[in-house]
């Protein structure tokens, strides 16, 4: 393998089968809720249910790859990307790893825009933060922090011209 394309870090994350839980349960109780006192037609369950599957086939197979080699970042958060979003070295003016708020700072989880840029994000608040030369800024979350902290020092950024 070219040692350039050595690859340094690697994760892949899925959101927590607890959300799934929660979309599963959710819609159910709601519908008891809302229809408990009154008689209905069966027909009418079909939008909240494919609602609910939906949802639920997003949770399911979404997942974010993140890699990380000598001269580039990768992430990919599928079903959004089908494939690999490359990040050279040279496109970089900083990266580091940091810790955020999904909520305030983005609006929540998954593919998302804030005030501070874009987040690729699926669980927890580490995130690699990339400032790219152009002034945009990527954070893409992990769930190991250590790791990439490591992995970034082998990833050298090449100073500005």
Same mark, same amino acid.
């Given at each position: 393998?070219?040692?350039?394309?050595?690859?340094?870090?690697?994760?892949?994350?899925?959101?927590?089968?607890?959300?799934?839980?929660?979309?599963?349960?959710?819609?159910?109780?709601?519908?008891?809720?809302?229809?408990?006192?009154?008689?209905?037609? #069966?027909?009418?369950?079909?939008?909240?249910?494919?609602?609910?599957?939906?949802?639920?086939?997003?949770?399911?197979?979404?997942?974010?790859?993140?890699? #990380?080699?000598?001269?580039?970042?990768?992430?990919?958060?599928?079903?959004?990307?089908?494939?690999?979003?490359?990040?050279?070295?040279?496109?970089?003016?900083?990266?580091?790893?940091?810790?955020?708020?999904?909520?305030?700072?983005?609006?929540?989880?998954?593919?998302?825009?804030?005030?501070?840029?874009?987040?690729?994000?699926?669980?927890?608040?580490?995130? #690699?933060?990339?400032?790219?030369?152009?002034?945009?800024?990527?954070?893409?979350?992990?769930?190991?922090?250590?790791?990439?902290?490591?992995?970034?020092?082998?990833?050298?950024?090449?100073?500005?011209?």
């Amino acid at each position: 393998m070219n040692q350039s394309r050595q690859i340094i870090f690697e994760e892949k994350q899925k959101f927590s089968p607890l959300w799934l839980l929660v979309t599963f349960l959710l819609v159910p109780v709601l519908l008891y809720v809302k229809y408990k006192d009154e008689a209905f037609d #069966i027909t009418g369950l079909f939008i909240p249910i494919s609602v609910m599957v939906s949802i639920s086939s997003l949770f399911i197979f979404s997942k974010l790859e993140t890699v #990380i080699s000598r001269d580039e970042i990768q992430y990919r958060l599928f079903p959004f990307h089908l494939n690999m979003r490359k990040i050279s070295r040279e496109e970089i003016a900083d990266v580091f790893v940091r810790k955020y708020s999904p909520l305030l700072e983005y609006g929540g989880w998954g593919l998302r825009w804030g005030l501070k840029g874009k987040a690729i994000n699926i669980r927890g608040n580490m995130g #690699i933060q990339v400032v790219l030369k152009n002034g945009t800024r990527i954070l893409i979350g992990t769930s190991n922090a250590d790791a990439v902290q490591k992995a970034l020092e082998n990833f050298t950024v090449p100073p500005a011209s």
